[in-house]
Nanobody, 119 residues
Framework: QVHLVESGGGSVQSGGSLRLSCVASGLTLEHYGLGWFRQYPGKEREAVAWMTNYGGRTEYKDSVKGRFTISRDNAKNTVSLQMNSLKPEDTAVYYC????????????WGQGTQVTVSS
C-alpha cells in the first residue's frame, strides 16, 4: 500500500523559512514525477513546484520562483520543499504528490500539512 506523509509545516513570520518533507512508502520515488501543491480554503489545489523522474528537471509556479526549491533524496525516498522568504500569501495547506511516468494526473497524494505565514 502506498503512503506519502508530509511533515515540516507550521507557523512562521513573514520572511522566514520552512522545509517540508514527504516520505514515501510502498513506492520508489525515483521512478515517479513529483510535485508540491497548495490549497487555499475554498479554492482549487495549485501546483507550486514539480520535478520529473530520473533526470529531475524542476519547474516552479512564477510566484515562488527564487524562493522555493524542490529536491529529492533517493536514499531516504523523500521529496522536500525548501521555502524561503515566506509571505502571508503562502499560507495554505501543502501536499506532496507522485505520478507515474507519462501520466498527466498525479496518482498518489499525501494528507497535507498546514503552513501559516504571519505578517
Amino acid at each position: 500500500q502506498v503512503h506519502l506523509v508530509e511533515s515540516g509545516g507550521g507557523s512562521v513570520q513573514s520572511g522566514g523559512s520552512l522545509r517540508l518533507s514527504c516520505v514515501a512508502s510502498g513506492l520508489t520515488l525515483e521512478h515517479y514525477g513529483l510535485g508540491w501543491f497548495r490549497q487555499y480554503p475554498g479554492k482549487e489545489r495549485e501546483a507550486v513546484a514539480w520535478m520529473t523522474n530520473y533526470g529531475g528537471r524542476t519547474e516552479y509556479k512564477d510566484s515562488v520562483k527564487g524562493r522555493f526549491t524542490i529536491s529529492r533524496d533517493n536514499a531516504k525516498n523523500t521529496v522536500s520543499l525548501q521555502m524561503n522568504s515566506l509571505k502571508p500569501e503562502d499560507t495554505a495547506v501543502y501536499y506532496c504528490a507522485a505520478k507515474r511516468r507519462f501520466r498527466v494526473n498525479y496518482d498518489y497524494w499525501g494528507q497535507g500539512t498546514q503552513v501559516t505565514v504571519s505578517s
